[in-house]
Nanobody
Framework: QVQLVESGGTLVQDGGSLRLSCVASGRTFSTYHMGWFRQAPGKEREFVAHISRSGGSTYYADSVKGRFTISRDNAKNTVNLQMNSLKPEDTAVYYC?????????????????WGQGTQVTVSS
């Protein structure tokens, strides 16, 4: 089992940048595929980005491709989400999630472990 804690969310202006971090407990972080999801008010939680166990493979939602970058440091049990060129529609609570399986990375049901979320607000 793994516990996840996100940080880094805050208020930022349109066009700005922000870096979210997620720290995992336990000694088996490198065995998990990691994902970032987000949920805007009144909307369903949606996939943002995924990174494989080794960090060698990444996958992004079309809405963030070219603007967001997911990375991980297995020595520090950390996965990051660098967000550039932020837009008001990026406003949401951002969650990191962990999965032992790499298939269907965009599906919420593939991830049994979730953090509590961190709020990102982009002002226009």
């Amino acid at each position: 089992q793994v516990q996840l804690v996100e940080s880094g969310g805050t208020l930022v202006q349109d066009g700005g940048s922000l870096r979210l971090s997620c720290v995992a407990s336990g000694r088996t972080f490198s065995t998990y595929h990691m994902g970032w999801f987000r949920q805007a008010p009144g909307k369903e939680r949606e996939f943002v980005a995924h990174i494989s166990r080794s960090g060698g493979s990444t996958y992004y939602a079309d809405s963030v491709k070219g603007r967001f970058t997911i990375s991980r440091d297995n020595a520090k049990n950390t996965v990051n989400l660098q967000m550039n060129s932020l837009k008001p529609e990026d406003t949401a609570v951002y969650y990191c999630a962990a999965s032992s399986f790499g298939s269907l990375p965009q599906r919420l049901a593939a991830y049994p472990y979730w953090g509590q979320g961190t709020q990102v607000t982009v002002s226009s």
